[in-house]
């Protein structure tokens, strides 16, 4: 599905990701951690095309497309879902109408009719239950007033509307209480299929306890410099990240 080769990547001239490898196929969940400033959000965010963010080298292949030079809404519309670390709000646009706008244009992109209205409310009411969301929550504006709880939430209700191919998420763990990040795993969970996969983007351990992953890798410097299974995220909770400096010394 998704094919990373020696990527490298620069914002305002300074080199961030420096050689990134990596093989996401349908199915699989691969969890990234990595200290603080080693690169994951601008991975996502590479991943995602967002504009500042100038691909220096290497390439992305994902479903056998080049994504170098493709626009951010293509991209969306090809089956890629950003779960952003800080959601935005947007006053005046309900969370719905959001939905409804994004849904048709991915329709659209593909050719295909807007959804009808009755289809679009059975899957709002279907995803709304999946994340213990209440209809004033998918009414009002988009994440306007929404606790840091919600707005997570929010995300993978966005994510289960949207049914992505390959969704990222960069640490929606962050800031969750304990049954908010129930929530969210059991989201996830839900929603993992055959024919989807996720990149999970976390700084701990704990959200892995919920979604297992089938790969989790450490980024540093730039780099993916170690992959393993979930038993690799016990033994980072333990070991912190700085003994990678000396495993990993080629790539500083
Ligand atoms: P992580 O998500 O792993 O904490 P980031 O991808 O956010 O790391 O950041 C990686 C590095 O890129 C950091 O050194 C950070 O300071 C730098 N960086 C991120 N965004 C910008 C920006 N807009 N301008 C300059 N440097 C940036
Ligand atoms: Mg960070
Ligand atoms: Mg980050």
Redesign the pocket.
């Known amino acids: 599905m998704l094919t990373i080769n020696n990527l490298h990547a620069s914002?305002?001239g300074?080199e961030?990701l420096r050689g990134l490898n990596l093989q996401v196929n349908p199915g699989e969940v691969h969890a990234i951690m990595?200290?603080?400033?080693?690169?994951?959000?601008?991975?996502?965010?590479v991943l995602a095309g967002k504009p500042?963010y100038e691909i220096t080298g290497g390439e992305i292949i994902f479903q056998g497309e080049n994504l170098n030079g493709m626009a951010p809404e293509n991209r969306a519309a090809e089956g890629i879902f950003l779960a952003f670390?800080y959601p935005v709000e947007i006053k005046g646009v309900s969370n719905i109408n959001f939905l409804k706008t994004a849904v048709n244009e991915i329709r659209a992109y593909h050719g295909l009719e807007p959804m009808p209205a009755k289809e679009f409310l059975n899957r709002i009411k279907e995803k709304q239950e999946l994340v213990q969301f209440s209809n004033d929550l998918a009414k009002r504006s988009l994440n306007e007033g929404f606790s840091g709880g919600e707005k997570k939430r929010n995300e993978i209700f966005q994510l289960a509307m949207l049914e992505p191919k390959l969704a990222i998420l960069?640490?929606t763990d962050s800031g969750l209480d304990i049954d908010a990040l129930r929530i969210v795993a059991h989201g996830v969970n839900s929603l993992r299929s055959k024919d989807n996969a996720f990149i999970i983007?976390t700084?701990y351990q704990r959200l892995l306890e919920y979604i297992e992953p089938d790969f989790v890798h450490v980024?540093y410097n730039?780099r993916i410099v170690k992959s393993g299974t979930k038993e690799l995220a016990l033994e980072l909770e333990e070991k912190g990240y700085d003994w990678l400096k000396s495993e990993s010394r080629d790539y500083i």
């Open positions: 914002i305002d300074k961030i990595g200290p603080n400033g080693s690169g994951k959000s601008t991975t996502a965010s500042e670390q960069d640490e983007i700084h980024l730039g």
